[in-house]
């Protein structure tokens, strides 16, 4: 049986190495659209890098905020349209009777 304290020192280095990784060779930033009472959506977003990469990189996304009408379905989509080596771009939008006002993406490329 591994001790927990061996656990959490492995957890440590993961931890220390994905913050070496993002500084060095990844990007990542943020995207978010708010607007009350007219929904914003559909959304196309053009995401330039600060620094180009060599070749098409990695790019992995995720939601981090959600403004919808409470009373109906959340149903969202957020699509990776295309990648380059010097910008890409993320679509979203709601989904049938949705109503979404505000929707946040956190992205993080990576050779």
């Known amino acids: 049986m591994i001790p927990l ?31 009350y009472p007219k929904s914003p959506f559909p959304q196309e977003k053009r995401i330039k890098f600060e620094r180009p990469f060599t070749e098409r990189p990695v790019v992995m996304y995720a939601i981090k905020m959600i403004d919808s009408q409470y009373n109906t379905n959340t149903r969202i989509k957020v699509k990776l349209q295309w990648v380059r080596p010097e910008r890409f771009s993320l679509f979203m939008t709601s989904a049938y009777d949705s109503k979404l006002f505000g929707l946040g993406v956190s992205w993080m490329a990576c050779p």
């Open 5 to 35: 304290f061996a656990d959490l020192r492995l957890i440590a280095v993961f931890i220390c190495c994905i913050g070496y990784a993002s500084t060095t060779l990844c990007q990542s930033g943020e995207v978010n659209f708010m607007s």
